[in-house]
């Protein structure tokens, strides 16, 4: 069965570092998204990106953030400079469009990210 | 705006008694529900998703839930809990279109005790 893959799983960086995190979507799903959970605290939606572009994003997302989907198979986040309340794991999702269910997002297993 | 409350942030059931999981939704817009399932250091994985077909939804491992539009409720159920359902336990709120982010509740922590 097809699922989302996401490298590394677990990342540590020091603060003001620039880390990428990686994620292959689903083969041909169109949309794919970002969303991260903070130790303890619920799922936060960063950003969803169709057709090589953002489409939604929240206010987290700020210009600290950038997503990149480089070649036909992977799809990245970028923390510029990275804080310490960064920290957190990160889950990239992707979904489809055609046909029934088109919101529903599949999950990949994270990136705990580590900002010391 | 869409909002999700989970009614309780922690549940304790014994072995082989029912589970209840409460939820309740705030959407402008007819929504899509899902329940999601984390178990410790793993990913979410779908339990079940109701998208305004039929109200009782069934899920994976005997999960159920039932979509009551005059109640805003999407309550899970199970009959019979397992040692393996212990987990964190997401409902979650969407607009039924492509792209729309997902609005998660704040989480229950199920126990299962044997």
């Known amino acids: 069965e097809p699922e989302v893959t996401q490298t590394p799983s677990h990342q540590v960086t020091q603060m003001g570092q620039e880390v990428i995190l990686r994620c292959v979507p689903i083969s041909n799903h169109l949309y794919f998204y970002w969303y991260r959970q903070i130790l303890g605290q619920k799922v936060e939606f960063l950003v969803s990106f169709y057709n090589n572009e953002i489409s939604e994003k929240s206010e987290i997302f700020d210009d600290q953030f950038s997503v990149e989907r480089p070649d036909g198979s992977n799809f990245t986040l970028k923390i510029r400079s990275t804080k310490l309340e960064d920290s957190a794991m990160y889950f990239c999702a992707s979904s489809h469009i055609f046909g029934g269910d088109y919101n529903e997002q599949f999950f990949g297993p994270g990136t705990r990210l580590t900002v010391l | 705006a869409q909002s999700v409350t989970q009614l309780d942030s922690h549940v304790s059931v014994s072995e082989g008694t029912p589970v209840l999981l409460r939820c309740n939704y705030s959407s402008s817009y007819s929504p899509s529900l899902f329940w999601y399932v984390q178990h410790p250091n793993k990913g979410l994985q779908l339990l079940l998703k109701?998208?305004?077909?039929?109200?009782l939804v069934k899920g994976i491992n005997g999960f159920e839930a039932e979509f009551k539009k005059s109640e805003t409720s999407f309550h899970l159920t199970k009959p019979s809990a397992h040692m393996s359902d212990a987990a964190e336990y997401f409902c979650v709120v969407t607009y039924n279109q492509a792209g729309t982010a997902l609005i998660f509740g704040k989480g229950t922590t199920l126990s299962v005790s044997s």
């Open positions: 109701y998208t305004s077909a039929a109200t």
